[in-house]
Structures are given as structure tokens and as C-alpha cells.
């Protein structure tokens, strides 16, 4: 029996899950239309590669990957794009962002379909084909896939967690998935221990999911996975959190668990890698749970890009008192804008709410001290004085009080004898943080532009002075006043030069973890802004 | 942001405190008569109006306020601290210092930066030591019994029946008897045998200071408050009075007669622990509470004072901030030395 840890805090709300988990996951039917955003994971907006009126195939790539940490999108069925729009997206900000929308042709025409040999594929090469098969994070982080099966400098990573979880409440879609397609998770984890070298793989499930627990351990026989059942207790399916739990390891704060030699996975993210890398299938349907108040909570295998009205619709005739509808649990999820947003690679759970269901919480009064937010925090801070600190808007003391290790998962939110709503203020400071550094850089440019724009100033003063001297006195004779130009001069450049080598100091750090192939294209873009650079800077030499 | 809640909320945290209190406060009146309810009645209906006056006068929502029960608790702790029997202005003017200035004057409730009740306790001590001091006798000591309608008529209008004489009702403290008679060169052996002591400590008072301990479990258990700052204020209250005990038995009272008199339970489970003045961060609580624990024992042996709760949580309450400040638990990931493998 392998020695479970613990973490600090966490707390155990009522869990809801036998509502929708009676069910086996149904086949969401063919929507009407299909509204599929160009942004559903995390890093850059993928680019639209198809243009209105266009036919599509089912898994024909839409949205191409743009940059390294951003992945592809697909069509989840066949049809015709009727429009590349904004349009609502799932977000909390209820900000409308890029969709290209799809009217089915009811065909269900796929694209050719060629399942990867991960076993004598290039690892480059098998990365960037999951980038452009849109694998990201599916247990709600979305952080593209490949980036994080990239065993970087190291030569691997030795030990790899399936994160089956699932700790918020109400969500039920990893336990059946579990259930009903264990074996594909497991091979889905062989690949990923394949692309990582690791030499344990290690499945994490909470003691609320035996059902889950015995289709795992038996679909793990023979190989040398090992399922590990963890006590329930929220936020226990956190990434960090779960590391601990089964390791004892801390991932360092503001580091990756790969440091650490551990990399974590949802179940889901392992399904749909094995159904990327076995099958061909790109990212184009997910499992999602619709619960709350609808008549059959139940789970569904829908399409990316169903909107969430048509979705809902699925589980029973909406009561009259539904208000909102919650995407993701109920600890760290938001209240969607509108029911017409579409259903996203993120979306694991739509929980239907009602007064009765989620009664508003009563008018906050103020933090009395009691810490019962600190013995909640999983993360062992001090939400009260972070609470302080952000309301007062004094973000340095908060960042000393490590406000970016917080992640938001809502323990303090869920204990607070005062309701107060923590996580906001928290949210609220870290945004403001950001948006000054943003600030300071956008100054921090200027800065660099008006000095250089002296400069150019000074330079073209001089130019101008020199044809004139060489006009008027010949091309040998020196002109009156040079030496003190040439003095200023001087003293321009030797502080350029100071500012350049101090430059050249200071190493990038973020490219350390990139693939040879990556490092050289930086390189060669670097040479040519250099060649820029110097064109720039010496212009004497060029004129 | 979290949609769901436990049930947790301030005015049940309140009343679970009042709850705690029941069972100490039944014994104090089966033991000193009716005078302590009639002194928790008039603190509670002081506190109450001031609350809802001070609530006004800052323009604050009123009723969420009143209802947050935090003012009754302060009105209870104050009642439970004050010797009973007495006019009943000394426990208005108690309450009304504690809700009006240390509370509100300080922005209310989170906001104060020293227990409400404490300094109401502290200022009376300072203005009015004489009736600060006189205590209720035990009823088995008595000479003579108040009823409820005597206890009344004394408080409101300082008329004791006939032929009834103040001295026959009230009594030194056994913390105070003890310091004059060891003043007086008595040793310790021969002053606890006296009979305003009970088994450990006070008569009476040592079964309420049980009844204190009882309600302090319950808060545990209820995680109104947690351990830290109860066990770290007795435990080192019990170790300094242990050291000086064994040291010299005749001239330091037994660390059990330290805790089971005066304030001390009262103060480690009720008052110490006040969420708001104290300190939060898990270390910061225990030294908060073995702080005080010390500054008990300091003020009760070479102090002025017969108690010194009140002054010792006030100092503390001082030094909240910096002891918060010092004593950041360790971030979840903010390890200096984890194997890399």
C-alpha cells in the first residue's frame, strides 16, 4: 500500500454527484449550427484557414496553431461555414471573441484519418502533430498538450500522474469516463509515458468513484500503472495538490511540476490523446456533464461548438426557474453570459441553477479574523490579510503575501462566515498588478524610443553640419565646432554600447525547456534583428 | 468565486460563543445569586442600544449589524468579567466604553484593535478600583442571602434590606487573599486552607472555571476557535507557576490554583481567543497565547493588580501585528531545499 500525504486545508462540500452519474454517457445529437471559437485554450488565438461558404469535413482543421503554446481547432462536423464572426464565447468577462460557424450538412463526413506511430515518430514531429490535432488540457486549464510532453532539457520525466480526481462537486463526466472507456485512458497514459520516459505512471482517483476505481484497476492489469485512491476532500484534483498527495513532492511555486520530475494529466486529456494518436481523431467532442436543475442530469459526448441551449435542452424541458447556467463546478466555475454560447474543449460540466439550488449568498460583512479561510486554503496563505491588501489596494504587500501562488479555488469563498467573496478581490488585485507591469513596459518603451529619437536628432544635426563643413571648406580641412559634436557623439555611443552589452547580459529565460528546432529558429531571427540593428545604429557606415 | 457556501455565518459563530458560556454562567448564579444575570441583562441591553446608535450614527445598515451577535458577545464576556454586585452604572459605563470606543471609534466590527470587553474591564479597573473589587461571596460563605428582588434593588438603588451590611455579601478574591497574606509573611500552606478556597481554587469559582473549560471544548469541537492559543496561554501560565512552585512552594501558589482561579479559563477559551484582536497565522497564535499566558503570571505575582487577563491580552493585542508579520506559515511550493531528482 503506497503512503498517501496530505495537504493543507481543503474543505468538503456537499457533493452532488449521484444526480448525473446514474446515466452512461449518451451521444449528443447533431446540433443545428456550430459555433466553434478560434481561442479555447490557453496561449495565442488560433487563425482561421478557411474562409465563408467554404465546405468542411469533419476534423478538417479550421483554426491553424499560431506560435508555439496555442494549438489547433477543427471542424466538429461536416458542413459549410456560414460565418467567421465575434461572437459569445464561455468567459466570465462575457466578452464576445472570433468563432467560424458551422451549418452541419448532416453527412458526418470525415476527413482521411491516419493513426500516429508515436513509437518511431520523431518526438518533434509527434508534438506538433498533436498541436495540430488540438489536444489541450481538458480538465478545464486547457494548456496545450504537446508543451507539457516535452521532456525539455531533462532527459525525461520520471513520474506521471492521470489525474481522475475530480474533485469539484457535481461534476461527474471523468467518473464515467473512467467507467465506460478505462482502456483507452490507459493507452492514451502508455503514450504519454512513451513521450515522456517515465518510469511510473500513477492514476489518482478519489474514494467517491469506486465504480471508476474498479474499471481503472482493471483495465490497468498487466501493465505496471498503479491506481491510488485519494480521500475526497476539495481541491484535491488540483494539479499541485494531487502531486503531493501521491508524491510528497511540492511543485515549486511559480515553476512547473516537471522540475520536480512529475507531470500531471486529466483522464480526459489522456482519452482524447489516445483517440488523437490511435485513431487520427482530433479534439472535436468532449464528455460533459448537464446537471442541476434539469429533469435527467446525465452525461453527454457533445459536440465542440453545440450551444449550450441546445445542449441543456438534452437533459429535459428547462424549468421556469432556472436562472444561469454555471460552466464548470460550482467551487471555481462562472456564471455563463448567455445560453447561446458554445460548448468548449474546457467545458467538462453546465450546471443549471435555480434559487433553490444556489441561494445568493446574504450581504457581506466585514472579515472578522477568524483564519477559518486560512485553515481552508489548500495553498497554506493567508486570505484574510490578502483580503486586506487587495481591497486596500496595496498589491505589493499582496504580492509579498504571495498572492500569485493563490489558485483560486474558492475554499476561503466557501467557509467565510462574513460571505465575503474572496476570490474576487483576489482576481481583482492580480488583474490590476498586471496591468500596471503592462503599464510600466508600454513606458518602459517609450522611454527607449524618445532616447533614441534624440539620438537620431543628434546624429542628423551632425550630418547635416558635416556636408555643410565639407561644402564650404573642402574635404580635407576639419570643421570649426567638431570636436565638441564629436565629444557628444562619443558619449552617445559609448552609452548605447553600455545599454547593449547590458543587454547582451541578460539571458532569456523562457526559451531553456525548447526543442532544438525551436532554439535555432530563435537563433536565426535574433541574427537577422541583430544585422537590423546594427544597420540602425551605425549609420555612418552606410551612408 | 465559489457559489456554494457552507452554513457558516458571523451571528452563528456569536451564538455558538454565547452557547459556550451557558453552563459557566448557570454555575456562577447557583453559586453567587441572581446578581450575574441581572449584570448580563443590563450589559447586553447597553450594548444593544449602543450598537444600534453607533450603527446609526455611522450610517451602516442596522440590522444585519445588530444580528451579527457580535455586541452580545462582548456585553456577556464584560458581565462575566466584572464583579456582579455592583451599582449599575459601573457595567453600563463598562459597555458603553467597550461598544462605543474601543469598537466603533476603532471602525467597527474587524476593525478594533484591542477586545472591546477587556478594555471596558481595564478602564473600570483604573477608575472605579474600589467596586472593581468587590466580589459576591460564595453562597455556602454567605452570612446573609440577597434575593432576586434584594439584588435589584441594591444594583439600581445601592439599598441593602435592613440590618444587612455590604461586608456580609462580598469578599476578597482568592487571588487577592492570597497575594495580602503572602504580603503579610504567611506562607502559601497556611493561606489556601482558608475558607473562601475550594479544592484547587476559589469555592464556587473553580467549578465555573470548569464550566469554562467544558464551553472552550464545545468551541474546539465546533471549530469556533482553534487550539493554539488556549494550550499555548495555560500551558505556560501551569510552566511558570510549576517553576516558581517547586522552586518555593510557601511562597508561589501551585501552578493548579493558577488556573482554575481568576480569569485564566475564561480568558484562554473566550477572550484571548476573540478572532479579530488576536493574532492568525498558526505560530503567531501560539505565541500571542503563551504571551499571555506569562504576563498573567508576571502581573498576579509581582504585579499590582490581583488579575491580569485584561492587561496582558490588551499588550498583546499590541503586538498582533508584528507577530502576524513574523510568522508567515510556508506557501504551498515554496521550498528551499526538495530533492530534484
Known sequence: ?543 | MAYVSNSASVSSVMLKVLFALLPATAIYQLYFGPAILVSIVLASVTAIGAEAAMLRLRKLPIKPFLLDGSALVTAWLLALSMPPLAPWWLIVIATLFAIVVAKHLYGGLGNNLFNPAMVGYAVMLISFPAHMTQWPVVDTLAHAHLSLSGTLRFIFGGELPAGMKLDALTLATPLDTLRTQLLLGRPASEITPMPVFGYVGGKGAELIALAYLAGGVYLLQQRIITWHIPVAFLATLALLAFGFHAYDAARYAAPWFHLATGGALLGAFFIATDPVTGATTPKGKLIFGAAIGALIYLIRTWGGYPDGVAFAVLILNMCVPLIDAYTQPRVFGHVKDQDKP
Open chain 1, 1 to 543: 500500500m503506497r503512503k498517501l500525504f496530505d495537504f493543507h486545508g481543503g474543505v468538503h462540500p456537499a457533493q452532488h454527484k449521484a444526480e448525473s452519474a446514474t446515466l452512461p454517457i449518451a451521444t449528443a445529437p447533431l446540433p443545428t449550427r456550430l459555433i466553434v471559437p478560434m481561442h479555447q485554450h490557453i496561449g495565442n488565438r488560433a487563425k482561421p484557414i478557411v474562409s465563408v461558404g467554404e465546405r468542411v469535413l469533419k476534423g478538417q482543421m479550421i483554426g491553424q496553431a499560431d506560435g508555439y503554446i496555442s494549438c489547433a481547432v477543427h471542424a466538429p462536423t461536416s458542413g459549410t461555414v456560414s460565418a467567421i464572426e465575434m461572437a459569445t464565447v464561455p468567459h466570465p468577462s462575457g466578452l464576445p471573441d472570433l468563432c467560424i460557424r458551422i451549418e452541419p450538412d448532416g453527412e458526418e463526413q470525415w476527413v482521411e484519418r491516419t493513426p500516429l506511430d508515436y513509437t518511431t515518430m520523431n518526438p518533434s514531429e509527434l508534438r506538433n502533430r498533436l498541436r495540430d490535432l488540438g489536444l489541450a488540457g481538458m480538465g478545464g486549464a486547457v494548456f496545450p498538450s504537446h508543451a507539457k510532453l516535452n521532456p525539455g532539457r531533462r532527459a525525461n520525466v520520471p513520474t506521471l500522474i492521470l489525474n481522475g480526481a475530480e474533485c469539484e462537486p457535481w461534476i461527474t463526466c471523468d467518473d464515467l469516463l473512467m467507467r465506460e472507456r478505462a482502456d483507452q485512458i490507459v493507452a492514451g497514459g502508455k503514450i504519454m509515458q512513451h513521450m515522456l520516459g517515465a518510469s511510473e505512471v500513477l492514476i489518482g482517483i478519489e474514494d467517491n468513484k469506486p465504480e471508476a476505481i474498479q474499471a481503472m484497476r482493471a483495465a490497468c492489469a498487466g501493465t505496471d500503472f498503479e491506481v491510488i485512491v485519494a480521500p475526497t476532500k476539495y481541491p484535491s484534483g488540483g494539479a499541485k495538490q494531487l502531486t503531493k498527495i501521491l508524491t510528497g513532492k511540492e511543485p515549486p511555486a511559480g515553476g512547473r511540476s516537471t522540475e520536480i520530475g512529475v507531470q500531471v494529466f486529466n483522464v480526459a486529456t489522456v482519452y482524447t490523446l489516445a483517440r488523437a494518436v490511435l485513431h487520427g481523431e482530433p479534439v472535436i467532442s468532449r464528455v460533459i456533464t448537464v446537471t442541476g436543475n434539469v429533469e435527467r442530469p446525465h452525461n453527454f459526448e457533445a459536440l465542440i461548438g453545440t450551444p449550450v441551449r441546445e445542449l441543456v435542452a438534452l437533459a429535459g424541458t428547462p424549468r421556469a426557474d432556472t436562472q444561469g447556467y454555471i460552466m464548470g463546478g460550482p467551487m471555481m466555475g462562472f456564471n455563463l453570459p448567455s445560453d447561446q454560447a458554445p460548448l468548449i474543449k474546457a467545458t467538462n460540466c453546465l450546471i443549471a441553477t435555480s434559487p433553490k439550488l444556489f441561494p445568493a449568498p446574504p450581504p457581506a460583512l466585514p472579515c472578522i479574523r477568524c483564519t477559518l479561510c486560512a485553515q481552508a486554503c489548500p495553498v497554506d496563505l493567508q486570505p484574510q490579510e490578502l483580503y486586506w491588501f487587495s481591497r486596500a489596494k496595496e498589491f505589493g504587500k499582496a504580492q509579498e503575501y504571495d498572492l500569485f501562488d493563490c489558485i483560486e479555488c474558492g475554499c476561503c469563498d466557501y467557509v467565510c462566515p462574513s460571505n465575503i467573496p474572496l476570490v474576487q478581490y483576489y482576481r481583482f488585485a492580480k488583474s490590476e498588478i498586471w496591468a500596471r507591469e503592462r503599464e510600466k513596459d508600454k513606458a518602459d518603451v517609450a522611454r527607449d524610443r524618445h532616447e533614441f529619437r534624440d539620438y537620431r536628432i543628434e546624429r542628423e544635426k551632425k550630418e547635416r553640419a558635416d556636408k555643410l563643413a565639407a561644402k564650404t571648406q573642402g574635404p580635407k580641412t576639419p570643421a570649426p565646432g567638431q570636436p565638441a559634436a564629436d565629444s557628444k557623439q562619443a558619449a552617445i555611443q559609448a552609452a548605447i554600447d553600455r545599454a547593449k552589452l547590458k543587454r547582451a547580459g541578460v539571458e532569456p529565460k523562457n526559451v531553456a525547456d525548447l526543442p532544438p528546432e525551436k532554439l535555432q529558429e530563435i537563433r536565426e531571427i535574433e541574427a537577422r534583428r541583430a544585422q537590423l540593428k546594427q544597420a540602425m545604429e551605425k549609420p555612418s557606415d552606410t551612408l
